[in-house]
């Protein structure tokens, strides 16, 4: 093995200055998908991308239009009796907000040391960079060891909406074996991990309405109905002050770990807690009963976003308001289904809600949790090929946050799904000076080619 | 009595058209005292103001110049034994957003029927014009019964720093026995009314904070402090759902009312909550021990004004916010010390703020609370004389809201101090499309005039 894997290590090498020209000039297009104004660039990004499949030598490549941000789907499929294996990324990237706290021009990429820092540079232009050249190269270096699929998405950051709808529309034409997600996190720059599951959610606007106007509180304080004083009556009521969640039900359908996932986080543990306390420089806090890991991975959070309505501004204003609403989202686990969470929800929100107020519960976005297989051929080649290229054991982790994408694909196309990415979680992406390290960009490069090696071995798997 | 009274009726009546003339011209001058876009505006208005003092044949007219917006003083002191009167008013407004809620410019006064819509209608240039005329009718048909002295601010919808600086500076000379506030409403267009008390305030802002920076849900949900949470939190243990507030000590200072001011309020009460009903379009709620007149005259209220943090726009972002801030307010009663109560509150939130969490109380704001005695000679005065005007019994009530300059005239001058005004609570002081009652109005010079006599009559005052 170590032979074939050399000659990709080299033969990637060699195009060292290729791959960084594409992956900086897709970062110096501000490919904001979430402001309109933008639109025409998110267009650039996605064309140059099509020229980049097209430099790769892939197949039908092609631009397919949507409601919202076009598709980008290629694909190579003359490897007869080697499994399928669907491409994912996306071109599309977060705001910039707040600008002021940019040491550079978000969409000038800067190389700093190791690092290159841009908007988009950890999330997600890194790994969609390095899957097309990790393809490019193989199929530069004579063939390809599996088919491939790529179907890359625009609308990542904002609705994600174009893509659910095409895959289900258009499951029969994307037939895979393996779906391999290029959108995840690594634990360290030196600690390669591979997520088999992350969270499921329910966003909610939870409206309170009171008096029909808004209200003088010297006239009317006492008197009235506060939609504000309401809505922090029920949201104290949804959880403890000290984390636990207090909506029936909700913890029933919770699938706790196997001892095989336990063993695996054990080791994870103190980086984990370690850096996520760096992090947020204060320490963690949660549901006493759970351990940090267990919290973030494992069990159903609920967090409160925004509260909005009543007096905003600098100084005092003495107003009642008529209506205020606040934003919430529940983070699910396997096997919690967002419809049935958010019924247990306007349940819980109804018997909480105080005497003159109404509510109402206008659901934002709902996205199942995800959850594959460690054991599945496709996730075991996937931890070997990682394992190889960094030369150290593979960490098998759960992520807490959610990527409804992965749950779709895999539902809808049957196929073992895995994820995998090459940011690290202070590289701070959606934030200022969002980076990513190079060294750990081009290693990427070669994991993803060793990961196309790795599937192609597996026997029997078409 | 009645030949004397007549003749100011009459005398007024005569003069109904350039008292009209004064009214609408003032209510022309966009005397928006908060925004500094406006300050030309309050300038040209302070200006009228002099002018109408001028022609009213007072003495000593000035603008007296201050930190903040002017102050206007004028007097009349020619009448050797009898009390001096210090008569207050204001002649700012707030500010008119909602604009698209007017259904005429604010600005450009409008007569429908027997009402004046315009911005100040009822809050203050209505009693301001009327206490000035009054004034003048009465030094038009001869003398004064009493020694005046005008007092008149322009910050009373924004500061109201500069009147109280200046009246501790100059107690001196701003010596008087009764004070006058025309600044208060009435219970019906035929139901006159006598405020002898109202709520003083701790008007703060409750800061929340966490983790050093804005972070995901995903990643750090259920591990991380929220800020929105806490405050949510803390609100929610401020108060129980029904209404009872929860600080230990609070309840302590309240001063019950006595057995008289209870027999006057019962017979106010049906009119009371009737009008509250259909004004908020829902029932009145709140401490269930308490009758709804008592929780609005009688008792600390507590309510929350605005959420600020976190995500406030359309759409859903899974922050948890560093940082986020609530507006809340406590309405106190006698005999009830605003700085004392702002310790207990900062001592309840400490108890109730949420592990991880960090809080601090910015004050905003803070007024002690009025009372007079409704038995005192000018106070009683004061009933004979609108009692007269209205041919109706006067109802003696407390108000909810706050007049802080009411006590500091009050213990700064130590002087009997009666508030009153003619503008109805549904009249939309503050709201869009702010109106007054005319033939209301002109009772108001009527009885502005009957006022002033009848404190002439008071033996011994001076």
Known sequence: ?????????????????????DFQALLRIPSISALPTHDADTLRAADYVLGMLRKANLEHVQRIETDG??????????APGRPTVLLYAHYDVQPVDPR?????????????????????ACDDKN???????????????????????????GEEESSGEAIEAYVRAHAQELASDIVLIADGGIAGHDQPQLEYGCR?????????????????????GGNAPNPLFALATIIAG?????????????????????????????????????DMAADMGTPLVGDPVQSPIMRAWAQPTLEVHGFVGGFQDDGSKTVIPAEAKVKLSLRLVPDQDPAQVLKLLQKRVAKLTPPGITTEIVN????????????????????????????????????????????????????????????????????????????????????FARMLRAFGEIPGAH
Chains 1, 2 share one sequence.
């Open 127 to 153: 790994n969609l960079t390095a899957i097309i050249h990790a393809t490019a190269a193989l199929l530069a270096e004579g063939t390809l060891p599996v088919n491939v699929r790529f179907l890359i998405e």
């Open 200 to 220: 499921g959610m329910v966003y909610v606007e939870l409206i309170a309405r009171g008096s029909q106007r808004d209200l003088h509180s010297g006239t009317y």
């Open 69 to 78: 941000k076009p598709l980008l789907y290629a694909d190579w499929l003359h």
């Open 364 to 447: 934002l976005g709902m996205g199942m949790p995800f959850f594959t297989d460690p054991t599945s051929p496709a996730f075991k080649a996937s931890v070997q090929a990682l394992g190889a290229e960094f030369e150290k054991e593979v960490w098998l982790a759960r992520a807490g946050g959610s990527v409804p994408i992965a749950t779709t694909l895999q539902t809808v196309l049957g196929a073992d799904t895995v994820m995998v990415g090459f940011g690290l979680e202070n590289d701070g992406a959606h934030g200022p000076n969002e980076h990513t390290h190079l060294p750990t960009f081009f290693r990427g490069v070669r994991s």
């Open 1 to 21: 093995m170590t032979a074939v894997h050399d000659d990709i290590t080299m033969h990637i090498e060699g195009r060292h200055a290729a791959i960084l020209e």
């Open 238 to 274: 949804l959880k403890k002050p000290d984390g636990t969640i207090t909506i029936p039900g909700l913890m029933k359908t919770v699938r706790p770990p196997s001892e095989a996932e336990w063993a695996n986080w054990r080791k994870q543990i103190p980086r984990f807690e370690a």
């Open 100 to 120: 002021s706290e940019w040491n550079s021009d978000p969409f000038a990429p800067v190389i700093e040391d190791d690092y290159i820092i841009a908007r988009g």
